[in-house]
């Protein structure tokens, strides 16, 4: 097998993102984030482990407990390679949380949920993730929980 075959069946390692990439956040608390070293995702959900590392988060932040909390499921979701930036707001308003429930959600129930919210909010069915995309999600996420223990 050549290195090249060894990259491709490497086990899939979770996704990291500049903080300014996590949706939902100003500019001013992007900045308060910076101040405080968290400047990736992965420093974020690091940081925010267990509700008192959030706790001692917001305290610090002078901010509400649920931005935290809001923030911190925001960046755990966004690891998932196939959901980072661009999906984990959707995830979140559908109620997934955590990379964990995301992978103990059955898909179908899954899409329903996600199809649901997008026909409320855009009337659009078209801009739904497709049931391929939330299984993709859901292995990755399975995969990035695996690789973890």
Same mark, same amino acid.
């Given at each position: 097998?050549?290195?090249?075959?060894?990259?491709?069946?490497?086990?899939?390692?979770?996704?990291?993102?500049?903080?300014?990439?996590?949706?939902?956040?100003?500019?001013?608390?992007?900045?308060? #984030?910076?101040?405080?070293?968290?400047?990736?995702?992965?420093?974020?959900?690091?940081?925010?482990?267990?509700?008192? !590392?959030?706790?001692?988060?917001?305290?610090?932040?002078?901010?509400?407990?649920?931005?935290?909390?809001?923030?911190?499921?925001?960046? !755990?979701?966004?690891?998932?390679?196939?959901?980072?930036?661009?999906?984990?707001?959707?995830? #979140?308003?559908?109620?997934?949380?955590?990379?964990?429930?995301?992978?103990?959600?059955?898909?179908?129930? /899954?899409?329903?949920? /996600?199809?649901?919210?997008?026909?409320?909010?855009?009337?659009?069915? !078209?801009?739904?993730?497709?049931?391929?995309?939330?299984?993709?999600?859901?292995?990755?996420?399975?995969?990035?929980?695996?690789?973890?223990?």
């Amino acid at each position: 097998m050549s290195l090249k075959q060894k990259v491709n069946v490497s086990p899939i390692s979770s996704s990291n993102w500049s903080i300014e990439q996590l949706p939902g956040l100003s500019q001013q608390e992007q900045a308060q #984030l910076q101040n405080c070293g968290i400047t990736t995702t992965a420093a974020l959900v690091k940081q925010g482990k267990t509700p008192a !590392d959030r706790l001692v988060l917001a305290n610090k932040l002078h901010i509400h407990l649920q931005y935290v909390n809001k923030w911190v499921a925001l960046a !755990d979701l966004a690891r998932i390679p196939g959901v980072g930036t661009q999906y984990c707001g959707l995830l #979140l308003h559908a109620g997934i949380a955590s990379v964990v429930q995301l992978a103990a959600t059955p898909i179908h129930r /899954l899409h329903q949920q /996600l199809l649901r919210l997008v026909v409320a909010t855009m009337q659009r069915r !078209d801009l739904c993730p497709s049931i391929e995309q939330v299984q993709q999600w859901s292995q990755q996420a399975k995969t990035v929980l695996s690789n973890e223990r």
